[in-house]
């Protein structure tokens, strides 16, 4: 909802623009061709002037009214948090050579994806997709559905952020 005393102070502004405008082309138009020109000059700028500040309206009141958070950056931060350490986490469970990663390495790494998918400031909706890309991981079985479970993860991330 657009405050009335910023749209008040919109058309105060409108109102001297074009003022400002048509005098302005009254005052060239008696300078290079008389009373006629100055007429047309005056007519054609003030008109210029308020079609181009009603055109611009919507942007103007646009400044004038409360900004709703699209997200919070650092629960934002938290849900990246969470996507890196599962995917270490996958990688571990799932890794390229056969002696890869170290047991040690692989508990250390399930223990920090764990840790981060259960902190509290993580959105719900994130939280349960990790959840999800653990127990995908954990089974470690199929590496076909811990991918698919990642990719699910790293979208519901994106659209977390409001995809951008």
């Known amino acids: 909802m657009t405050s ?3 749209a ?3 058309l105060l502004i409108t109102f001297v623009l074009v003022t400002c405008a048509a005098v302005g082309g009254a005052c060239v138009g008696l300078l290079f061709g008389g009373r006629a020109a100055a007429l047309a000059t005056a007519g054609a700028a003030g ?3 308020g079609i181009g500040s009603f055109l611009a309206r919507r942007q103007v009141l646009g400044l004038f009214q409360p900004e709703t958070p699209q997200s919070d950056g650092y629960a934002d931060g938290i849900a990246d948090a ?3 350490s ?3 986490y996958q990688a ?3 890794p390229l050579t056969h002696d ?3 047991e040690e390495e692989r508990d250390a790494r399930r223990a920090v994806a764990y840790r981060a998918a259960a902190y509290d400031g993580l959105p719900l909706a994130v939280r349960v997709s990790a959840a999800e890309a653990l127990e995908a991981v954990d089974q470690g079985r199929d590496a076909d559905r811990a991918h698919a479970a990642m990719k699910a993860l790293s979208l519901t991330v994106y659209e977390h952020r409001g995809g951008h």
Do not use: D, E, M, N
């Open 4 to 6: 009335p005393l910023a």
């Open 100 to 102: 890869g990663v170290s």
């Open 8 to 10: 008040r102070i919109h």
């Open 92 to 94: 571990a469970v799932f």
């Open 86 to 88: 599962i995917a270490t």
């Open 47 to 49: 008109l210029g002037a």
């Open 82 to 84: 969470v996507l890196v």
